[in-house]
């Protein structure tokens, strides 16, 4: 299989890529990480510009080949690929987002990592209602459909506590250009989300999406809230809170 690595993870994160190709080869997988990788092309489809991304569908298709599984940790990121496939009519059933992959494809039923930590899973609305990785709750959820990969493998590593959330699947606000051009709008949803981990009593925030993270972690921090936000690959290898993003304890009042 190959690795897609999105651009923000590059650029941002790029210990998620490392825990993601880790994860993937301690269950036996051979992974190839295409050199110059593009853009999937989220951004201009989000933006209502599908043409103007015609050539990175393009490029894709070029570093990536037409047959290979390609594995992307990031829900957004694989369901624009699906779509910019989908479009150019070369389909788009190959890529996956890396929980799905590991639970779907690999059929993982047990992982050897250790994380005692209370973790709170953060399920992005591009995978659950886009990937259909999930149940939504407002399609009823639970015995409706099926359990999301990502809750599937978290229940897999030792020590883990998931803490119940009152709003299980509510959008962080971030929404790629949304929450630059709703910022207050986008900023009162995030505080929604951060609220409701910290009165579950979570340690820990994970997600398949580190663009949620990124949009939570930084209101985490402007706030002072004692929150470490880590991506699901990051917590799933075991890898501690070396790499979380990390709001610093207010400090005590003068």
Same mark, same amino acid.
């Given at each position: ?134 149940? /939504? ?110 709001? /610093? ?6």
């Amino acid at each position: 299989m190959a690795l897609f690595v999105p651009c923000y993870i590059d650029q941002l994160y790029p210990g998620v890529a490392w825990a993601a190709l880790e994860l993937l080869e301690r269950q036996g997988v051979e992974v190839h990480v295409p050199a110059e990788q593009a853009c999937c092309g989220q951004p201009w489809l989000n933006a209502g510009a599908a043409r103007a991304s015609l050539s990175l569908g393009a490029s894709f298709r070029e570093r990536f080949g037409d047959q290979v599984p390609v594995v992307c940790p990031s829900g957004s990121c694989a369901a624009a690929l699906r779509r910019q496939l989908a479009r150019s009519g070369a389909g788009g059933p190959r890529v996956f987002e890396l929980c799905e992959f590991l639970v779907d494809v690999v059929g993982v039923e047990r992982l050897p990592a250790s994380f005692p930590h209370r973790v709170a899973l953060h399920q992005s609305c591009h995978a659950l209602r886009e990937l259909g990785l999930g149940a /939504p709750s407002e399609l009823g959820g639970g015995e409706s459909g099926r359990e999301s990969p990502a809750l599937t493998l978290l229940r897999q590593v030792d020590g883990l506590s998931l803490v119940e959330l009152e709003r299980s699947d509510e959008c962080c606000g971030f929404g790629g250009t949304f929450c630059v051009k709703e910022a207050g709008v986008s900023t009162r949803m995030g505080e929604d989300r951060l609220a409701d981990f910290e009165r579950a009593g979570a340690e820990v925030v994970t997600s398949m999406d580190m663009s949620c993270l990124m949009h939570l972690s930084g209101l985490a921090r402007r706030q002072g809230r004692p929150l470490a936000f880590l991506h699901i690959a990051q917590v799933l290898a075991g890898g501690g809170l070396g790499g979380a993003a990390r709001a /610093p304890a207010p400090e005590p009042a003068a």
